[in-house]
């Protein structure tokens, strides 16, 4: 019995099961193929794709990416079809049936929240390119794979057969990438009675025995916490491209990780970062994916779901994901403290901290994305919402004399708004702060949360607290320093500008983004070597036209370094990284 004939009989037997036909050829084209089993009623039923993606809360626009749409019913009568949003399409039926949804999307992005295909593999992020019935998103799912005899499957589905994948609604299936492949490399290990399991694609450049080690380390402390993981197993899967790549999302039983090039996977700093993403993933697994702001619960895939809170489920998160790594043992001291200072260094160079609060920026995360944008507009929900989180945690440990920490708020959060309950508001978050440490946080959100005020009062009360200095040093580049602008070098001796602090030399002489300076004092730019802090003439060339300007130092210095040193083995310091073990 062939593909469809066996989607047929079970279509007859289920309860409005989808059924799905995964299929490709030429793949060097990128193009992979769908075909798809709705039952239907009689009169117009609306397919929805989705308009963005988990993880990235930022519109997606999938859709352009599709071609060759087209509709039959049971008997292979064309349908009618309009579109009706930029993603969302009307398929009329005379009568009650099955609509047979035709349609190939371009797959040629690899990264960790796209879809690729090429000779090598089939990489899918459902959400991109499934559909669902509008009218009915909870019908099961079931995903029939052409693939390959040496092909294997990594994914949070299970695999009922071999190449059938099955998912219990469509929220469950668009949460669970996958990669087809025959050059998998599969290890598993198990950790409070789950299995973890970790699939690589691509090359190896590391010790895998030392890998499943550290995460053996990382995934223990997130269970201290948390006591349990809100789901059967979990799938690590990682992309590791020959080009340059570094991003991980997040999803309910996995993670996709794309780092690379693969090769540079061989260098301590990069090794190091691997384990900081997927630390930072795994726990999403609990704030994000399980505990939800309000906001997102549930999602709605056909529009952009607002939230203030980016600084809870991002910034949260990118804390954890560190600290969980230092408080294993497998971050030394010294480098915990060094991502800490390098936070608060990208705090300090973004000068959107004086124009929009990070919950607003989390808002705009739907109008501009997870790029820069504009300059001086916006912050970070990671970065910023990482430092909240840091201030939050010691101001708890301090008003409890180093007996509670953030860790309880977390252990509150899962137990009051995870485990499929309804989301939480930022007011409550704020309350549960309240409630762990006996303290009012008003102020605190009123002046770093919602506002824009300067943010180290706070930290300088934090360091006092864990006995920890915080140092400035000028910045290596002396002219960045002395002048306020960064640079690098590009062809025939000049270089780019790449950014400009707001009222320094450079930016008071006219200097801007993407301005390429071509000579300093009369020499090529990228041979002068700045050793004074004296008048400098500057030629450059904005926007295709020759200019030159006078740089003017003043006693202010610019981009600082900021380092952070431990002056004693303090007991906060102590409960800080153990949390009293």
């Known amino acids: 019995m062939g593909v469809q004939e066996r989607i047929w009989v079970f279509s007859a037997q289920s309860n409005r099961m989808v059924f799905y036909k995964v299929s490709y050829t030429n793949p060097h084209r990128h193009f992979i193929s ?51 949003t930029k993603d969302t399409w009307k398929v009329s039926c005379d009568k009650a049936g099955v609509i047979i949804w035709k349609y190939e999307y371009y797959a040629a992005e690899l990264n960790a929240g796209s879809s690729f295909l090429d000779q090598t593999q089939l990489y899918i992020n459902p959400v ?51 990669i087809a492949s025959p050059s998998l490399t599969h290890d598993s290990y198990d950790s409070n009675g789950i299995k973890f399991h970790i699939w690589i694609q691509g090359e190896i450049f590391f010790n895998l025995v030392d890998l499943k080690k550290h995460f053996i380390k990382f995934t223990e402390t997130h269970f201290e916490i948390f006591g349990t993981i809100p789901c059967e197993e979990y799938h690590f899967i990682f992309q590791f491209p020959a080009i340059a790549a570094r ?3 997040e999803h309910r039983n996995s993670t996709v990780v794309a780092m690379g090039p693969a090769s540079g996977l061989s260098q301590d700093d990069k090794y190091f970062e691997l384990l900081g993403i997927s630390c ?12 939800r702001p309000k906001e997102m619960k549930p999602y709605d895939f056909t529009s952009e779901n607002y939230s203030k809170s980016g600084f809870v489920y991002e910034g949260v998160t990118t804390y954890y994901g560190d600290l969980l790594l230092w408080r294993s043992g497998v971050f030394p001291d010294k480098h915990f403290l060094d991502i800490m ?38 912050v970070s929900i990671y970065n910023e919402g990482c430092m909240i989180a840091w201030i939050c945690d010691v101001l708890i440990m301090k008003a409890t004399h180093s007996n509670k920490s953030l860790d309880d708020v977390m252990i509150i959060l899962y137990n009051r708004f995870g485990r499929e309950r309804g989301g939480y508001s930022a007011r409550e978050y704020r309350e549960i702060l309240e409630e762990v440490s006996g303290s009012s946080f008003v102020a605190l959100f009123d002046n770093i949360v919602l506002g824009t005020s300067d943010f180290i009062p706070w930290i300088n009360e934090c360091l006092e607290f864990i006995d920890i200095s915080m140092k400035f040093e000028k910045h290596e580049n002396m002219f960045s320093a002395d002048f306020g602008l960064k640079v690098s070098k590009i062809s025939e001796g000049s270089l780019l500008v790449q950014d400009v602090m707001r009222n320094s030399p450079a930016d008071m002489a ?27 003439k500057v030629d450059f060339i904005s926007n295709g036209i020759p200019r030159s300007a006078e740089f003017i130092p003043e006693s202010k210095s610019y981009y600082d370094k900021v380092t952070l040193e431990e002056n004693s083995n303090s007991n906060a310091f102590k409960f800080w990284k153990s949390r009293g073990k």
């Open 34 to 84: 769908f075909e798809v089993r709705f039952d239907a009623e009689s009169g117009d039923t609306f397919l929805q794709l989705p308009s963005w993606r988990p993880g990235r809360y930022e519109l997606g626009n999938f859709a352009k990416n599709l071609r060759a749409i087209c509709a039959f019913d049971g008997e292979g009568k064309s349908l009618s079809i309009e579109k009706t």
């Open 128 to 178: 991109n390119c499934f559909f669902y019935d509008v009218s009915n998103p909870n019908q099961p799912y079931e995903i029939h794979f052409e693939l390959p005899e040496d092909y294997q499957i990594a994914c949070g589905l299970p695999e009922t057969k071999r190449n059938i994948l099955h998912a219990e609604n469509f929220d469950h299936l668009a949460d669970c990438p996958l």
């Open 247 to 249: 991003h991980g999302v």
């Open 280 to 291: 930072h993933e795994l726990f999403h697994t609990w704030n994000v994916k399980d505990i």
């Open 341 to 378: 200072a390098d936070t608060i260094m990208r705090h300090l160079e973004n000068e959107g901290r004086f124009n929009l609060s990070v919950a607003d920026s989390s808002y705009d995360t739907w109008l501009d994305g997870y790029v820069p944008g504009i300059p001086w507009r916006k």
């Open 510 to 536: 006219g200097i801007w983004r993407n301005d390429i300076i071509t000579k300093i004092q009369n020499v090529s730019a990228s041979e002068f070597n700045y050793k004074d802090t004296g008048k400098l």
